[in-house]
């Protein structure tokens, strides 16, 4: 089988290497060789084992037909939705672990491939090495999924896991992780949380079937979390974590990215530094969780190479994938049901004139007390929240 990589960045390199040291291993699994033919790239590689495979026009992987799969590891939408959409027409599987192209035009390819009995797969979009999407595909599909809450962005679990563990800020732990490359020049999708907040959307349309659109999920960031934070965090005996959840609510769903304090006895509690973990829920499965590499070069790209060997096995064979264009309506936010704890220098009588009897935490931090509420609708606390000084507010989980 000849392949073909389109971007040769990280991902698209470490796809060539997993498919080179593990190529005897590769070969029993699919069946038969898999062999690089082109890497798609706008530069050149001088020195580079695969030098004399570059090329610079998706087109000439297009017209040859000796090319069946294509990996494309270009990252963004575009270019990478016109030309990933021209290998499907053509009758090319397409492997990718771009979360941005799968939640905005996922139920498009994926019809394109059913329609021309191919494959257009994405196992490596969410949790990098964690194998998350095929068991949704295909190990729970007998399970009602009520529940998907995650820590899916490595970056801002390692920030928090350092803010936690040493006490450093947060622009100072930023700094940190974009010089041991975790995060990007511009760490907005990551930080702002727009990163998990797609990866969530991917889920949850996997999990119903239908378009979620990640523009509908409600998303905060990591960015207004601080060293007081985690003092208080420390003294409740909880954890900070930046979590992605969806929830089966009635007949719909609710989908949040926000930060929670997750007491010690919650599955994701210990899942530190640039791990990702998964806890899922189904109706007859219980509880399970998928933990491991969320991202990096080699886990990701294994999982790339996973469904490589996948589509090569299944040539001319549609894997069918329950992903319908048809646009699910989620539930606002603000209907949903949290408790809160909050950070204020508001006295106690304001407090409980407004939240009545609350859960005090205090000797933390000077001039300042914190306060636990029972769980109320979102649209409630946004009310009561404007009555009292809210230096900050985490939910709890």
């Not at 290998?87 to 994926?110: D, F």
């Amino acid at each position: 089988m000849k392949i073909a990589i389109m971007g040769y960045g990280t991902i698209g390199s470490g796809v060539a290497e997993v498919l080179e040291v593990n190529k005897d291993l590769i070969t029993e699994r699919a069946g038969e060789p898999v062999e690089v033919k082109y890497i798609l790239d706008l530069r050149e590689f001088p020195g580079d084992p695969n030098e004399d495979k570059i090329v610079h026009d998706y087109k000439i992987i297009v017209e040859d037909n000796e090319v069946g799969v294509v990996v494309e590891a270009m990252g963004g939408v575009e270019p990478a939705y016109t030309f990933v959409k021209e290998m499907l027409l053509a009758g090319k599987q397409v492997a990718t672990s771009n979360k941005n192209l799968v939640a905005e035009k996922g139920a498009e390819l994926i019809a394109i491939a059913r329609e021309k009995n191919i494959n257009f797969m994405f196992g490596a979009s969410v949790g990098g090495g964690i194998p998350i999407i095929r068991p949704l595909n295909k190990c729970l599909t007998a399970d009602e999924i009520e529940e998907i809450t995650g820590i899916l962005n490595g970056t801002t679990n390692y920030m928090l896991t350092r803010m936690a563990n040493e006490g450093i800020s947060f622009d100072d732990v930023l700094k940190d992780a974009q010089a041991k490359g975790y995060a990007e020049a511009d760490p907005t999708a990551d930080v702002e949380g727009f990163d998990p907040c797609r990866k969530i959307a991917i889920l949850t349309s996997l999990v119903c079937g239908k378009q979620v659109d990640y523009t509908d999920v409600y998303t905060e960031g990591i960015t207004k979390i601080s060293t007081e934070d985690f003092e208080y965090a420390r003294k409740m005996e909880r954890s900070i974590k930046l979590l992605a959840s969806s929830k089966s609510e009635n007949g719909s769903y609710s989908c949040m990215v926000a930060p929670f304090m997750l007491d010690k006895t919650h599955p994701l509690c210990n899942v530190n530094d640039v791990f990702n973990g998964v806890f899922v829920h189904g109706n007859m499965l219980g509880d399970a969780m998928f933990y491991g590499s969320g991202a990096g070069k080699l886990p990701t790209a294994s999982a790339v190479v996973a469904d490589v060997v996948d589509m090569v096995k299944h040539s001319h064979v549609n894997i069918f994938i329950e992903w319908e264009p048809e646009k699910v309506q989620l539930i606002d936010y603000r209907e949903s049901v949290n408790k809160f704890f909050v950070r204020t220098t508001s006295p106690k009588a304001d407090v409980e004139a407004v939240f009545g009897q609350v859960e005090y935490v205090e000797d933390v931090v000077a001039e300042e007390i914190g306060f636990v509420t029972d769980a109320m609708l979102e649209s409630e606390f946004a009310d009561k929240s404007e009555k009292i000084v809210v230096i900050n507010r985490i939910r709890l989980g």
